[in-house]
């Protein structure tokens, strides 16, 4: 019995091949009488260099362009807050009255200082102008006239100095009332009424909300690709412009520029920190408000683009099939960076191309097409 199935399997093992070369042999022979696969069906884009830019998102927080806090001055009793808590107040506004009686009875101290320093300055020219003539006349001895002389001088200095007094006592009397410094949003105050408080007191703080500030990261690669497309440009005012996403995607971004780009590296992140301003007349924007900041990196002028889904891997890179007489041909490309317009193509391709955007996986090279859909790119 295992003799007989041994043989059986050296017959089989002998036959086989004979049968499938004939079976093979069969089966091709209508293709080769005639029978030929279908034209594939493919869509095309024919190929027109055209402008496009480079635009990155990054990142962000809502910074207010101006954060100040507001202190105490000089030294005295808070008598009154004159403004809502949160409201938007404008640069001079009065926030803050302290009791300003110490202040007032100061400034006319020092106002009576001075009107007596004039006095007793006006005296003393009247006596060196009287001692000068004397002396000219040889009437006084060298000794009066330099008296004289040096008490005139001296009244002199002393009313310069009540004047000087007078001037801060005013300054001191004005700074009882605490104004605004900056247009912007007020916050809670940080001290109540009828409390003493010693100059330099914290008594609110103040956010200046128009403009804002956007502060965001660059990577490193980024930051010195928008470097060059500025140094190429030869005109930094002309290529910051940004423009700014909000949470939910609006629609009606808000446009601004950059105006900071750090000049080194974060060692950590090996990230290139920027700031970017925003004007903001409607509040939108808050500090912060996590946002997009839209960056323009690099402009391409009369530029091949096709779409991305046109690219395919070959064996020599990046690939994508161009239509010649109704035949794909195989074209291996240089790819650029993706665009918003599409993908850059910096060599491989030229005007006029058809490249094929859909239906290139039933096509190898010299395969017949059938063109079902055509636009320009």
């Not at 007191?201 to 956007?214: A, C, K």
């Amino acid at each position: 019995m295992t003799t007989f199935n041994f043989q059986r399997f050296i017959f089989f093992s002998a036959v086989l091949p004979t049968l499938i070369l004939v079976l093979t042999a069969c089966e091709s022979k209508p293709n080769q009488g005639g029978m030929q696969r279908p034209p594939s069906p493919v869509t095309v884009s024919k190929v027109q260099p055209r402008d496009a830019e480079q635009v990155h998102a990054y990142a962000g927080r809502v910074y207010g362009s101006r954060e100040v806090d507001v202190r105490a001055r000089v030294q005295g009793i808070l008598q009154q807050r004159l403004f809502q808590e949160g409201e938007e107040v404008k640069q001079g506004d009065i926030l803050f009255q302290i009791d300003p009686e110490p202040f007032q009875v100061a400034l006319d101290a020092a106002k009576a200082n001075h009107r007596t320093a004039t006095a007793t300055l006006n005296q003393a020219e009247r006596e060196w102008r009287r001692t000068s003539k004397l002396y000219e006349q040889n009437a006084v001895s060298q000794r009066e006239y330099d008296n004289a002389r040096s008490t005139f001088e001296l009244a002199q200095a002393n009313q310069s100095l009540s004047q000087v007094r007078v001037a801060q006592a005013q300054l001191e009397l004005s700074y009882t009332r605490v104004e605004a410094p900056v247009n912007g949003i007020t916050s809670l105050e940080a001290i109540s009424e009828g409390n003493l408080v010693e100059r330099g007191t914290l008594l609110t703080s103040m956010v200046q909300l128009d403009p804002i500030h956007v502060r965001f990261s660059l990577p490193e690669a980024d930051a010195a690709l928008r470097r060059a497309t500025i140094a190429a440009a030869n005109s930094a005012t002309n290529n910051n412009p940004v423009s700014l996403l909000t949470a939910d995607e609006s629609a009606n971004p808000l446009n601004g520029e950059i105006d900071f780009t750090a000049s080194t590296i974060d060692q950590l992140t090996g990230t290139v920190a920027a700031r970017a301003v925003f004007p903001n007349p409607a509040k939108r924007l808050v500090p912060g408000q996590f946002v997009r900041v839209q960056v323009l990196l690099q402009s391409f002028h009369n530029s091949i683009l096709i779409p991305e889904t046109a690219v395919v891997q070959g064996p020599q890179g990046p690939s994508v099939f161009v239509i010649v007489d109704n035949n794909a041909q195989f074209r291996p490309i240089t790819l650029g960076p993706v665009t918003v317009s599409g993908q850059v193509v910096l060599d491989g391709l030229t005007a006029e191309d058809l490249v094929v955007i859909n239906g290139q996986v039933s096509l190898y090279p010299g395969a017949q097409v059938h063109i079902v859909a055509g636009q320009e790119e």
